[in-house]
């Protein structure tokens, strides 16, 4: 199944650490970046190292991932340090912008890290193919808020469109899962989530694009965004179809519900199996 949902909890509150587990974010992401201010990263990488040890159970080892600061900020270097000692694989580094900070870091960062490359900038954008392709590299996920800031544009709806679908053709020449699509920020109250209904709506948007899932701030939008990225029954119903048709005549031609069905559709009905 892709993992479609990745919720944030600021790294330095431990006491939210356990809300977060308990919804059905497929991805926890313990952020120790933008959300802890810079006068309390050392004691938020400090603590949650205890937390590592002490309150983490195997069953919730594999959900957790952590967002270290950015390659070249004063915190990064022990951030890799603090988690190539810990039990867990997946690590979210902030503001790439190229395949050579990944490819150092990869090394640092202890055998079997498994790397979401979070890409916020121009310069990061330019390089999206050689940054998915770097070792290490799992997915690919899009800073869209950050990104238009340094872009100078306006608006995160179709004014990215073209930026979304670089996501999508790089990861898909990498060989990843489909790329993770940004957080969704209220247009009247900046820095806050949008309701319920937008969500769904960008959701809707990204999953169009061919994104896979969404990084989000509450856990109130986990249901939306696994609900959204996730195909309905009925689609399935038909992939499933379709999957049969063609084993069953793979050199013919062969239609179900009255349509002509090729490699191409067939490749797609396996990929709403696979999702």
């Not at 993992?3 to 992401?29: C, I, K, M, N």
């Not at 990064?76 to 790439?96: N, R, S, W, Y």
């Amino acid at each position: 199944m892709t993992l479609r949902s990745y919720l944030f909890v600021p790294g330095d509150h431990t006491e939210r650490f356990a809300a977060a587990l308990a919804t059905d974010a497929h991805q926890v992401v313990i952020d120790l970046e933008d959300g802890v201010a810079h006068d309390a990263k050392d004691r938020a990488r400090e603590q949650l190292a205890v937390w590592l040890q002490t309150a983490l159970t195997d069953a919730n080892r594999g959900r957790l991932v952590i967002r270290v600061n950015a390659p070249g900020s004063p915190w990064h270097d022990d951030d890799l340090a603090m988690f190539k000692d810990t039990p867990l694989h997946h690590l979210m580094v902030p503001k790439v912008e190229s395949a050579g900070q990944l490819a150092a870091l990869s090394a640092r960062a202890g055998e079997g890290a498994v790397v979401i490359a979070l890409v916020e900038s121009v310069a990061g954008v330019v390089q999206l193919r050689d940054i998915a392709q770097a070792p290490g590299v799992a997915r690919l996920a899009f800073g869209s808020f950050e990104f238009g800031v340094d872009a100078g544009i306006e608006g995160d709806g179709s004014e990215l469109d073209a930026v979304r679908t670089a996501f999508v053709i790089a990861s898909r020449h990498a060989g990843l899962p489909a790329p993770i699509d940004g957080v969704t920020r209220s247009h009247d109250k900046p820095g806050t989530t949008d309701k319920a209904d937008a969500i769904a709506a960008a959701v809707a948007t990204a999953r169009r694009f061919g994104f896979g899932g969404k990084l989000c701030l509450h856990g109130s939008h986990v249901e939306a965004i696994n609900h959204g990225f996730a195909p309905t029954d009925a689609q399935r119903e038909w992939a499933a179809r379709v999957v049969a048709a063609w084993t069953a005549n793979p050199q013919g031609a062969t239609a179900v519900d009255g349509k002509f069905i090729d490699k191409a559709v067939t490749d797609r009905a396996k990929r709403i199996l696979a999702s």
